[in-house]
């Protein structure tokens, strides 16, 4: 089944203490992007890769990192949560080409005490 | 850079009614646009995209959205609701001939009432 994957999908974290969300999608997709949501704010990209070894700054990128070292997997870091970072966050993909459908993940629900 | 601008934030129908999400964007160029759903507990999902072509674009489940250069709009409308209808719906742009920043909209929630 084509699909995005995300880990965890629940996360209770403190202050400080480095963590890492999974994605990884099946569909040999080059584009991935990791967003954010946030009630009243909608979804905000973070970052996105347009190939392996390609990332880029979207809106909000700030406190966060990404790796692209394989074209399956995106990878998302928070290095030294906070709590402005709690939030929940989707994994996209699809393929490149600008009128190009993003499929999502299911979402991670993050809580940064 | 691009941003998109929903203006209904909450919106309450009773089923059979007509629906239209208004959907503004701004960039000074060409633009891909979109709308996505997310039903309560799922992912979120292509309704309908315009990239070129018939202004008029018909999507998944009844929706359809009308680009209108002119008003930089990009509004959604469905004849009648259903009560399934519920959930949130997000119109998203990105510019054209490249996949770069994709700007999400805030979002409208749409409740059908049986």
């Known amino acids: 089944e084509a699909q995005v994957t995300q880990n965890p999908r629940y996360l209770i974290t403190v202050t400080g203490k480095k963590l890492t969300v999974t994605c990884s999608q099946n569909?040999?997709?080059?584009?991935m992007s990791w967003y954010r949501q946030d009630p009243g704010l909608g979804l905000r990209q973070i970052y996105y890769s347009m190939n392996v070894e390609v990332t880029d700054k979207g809106d909000v990128p700030e406190g966060y990192k990404v790796s692209r070292k394989e074209k399956r997997n995106f990878p998302l870091i928070l290095e030294s949560p906070s709590p402005n970072q709690t939030s929940l966050y989707f994994c996209a993909s699809s393929f490149v080409g600008g009128a190009e459908t993003q499929y999502f993940g299911p979402g991670t629900r993050l809580l940064v005490l | 850079a691009q941003s998109v601008s929903q203006h209904n934030h909450h919106v309450i129908l009773s089923e059979a009614a007509s629906l239209e999400l208004g959907c503004n964007y701004s960039?000074?160029?060409?633009?891909?646009l979109f709308w996505y759903v997310q039903y309560p507990g799922q992912h979120l999902q292509l309704l309908l995209k315009?990239?070129?072509?018939?202004?008029l674009v018909k999507g998944i489940k009844g929706f359809e959205a009308e680009f209108i250069k002119s008003k930089f709009s990009f509004n959604l409308r469905k004849p009648s609701v259903q009560w399934s209808d519920t959930a949130e719906y997000f119109c998203?742009?990105?510019?054209?001939?490249?996949?770069?920043?994709?700007?999400f909209g805030t979002g409208t929630k749409l409740q059908v009432i049986p």
């Open positions: 960039y000074g160029g060409t633009v891909n």
């Open positions: 998203a742009v990105n510019p054209s001939g490249g996949y770069q920043k994709v700007t």
């Open positions: 315009y990239f070129s072509g018939d202004p």
């Open positions: 569909m040999n997709h080059e584009y």
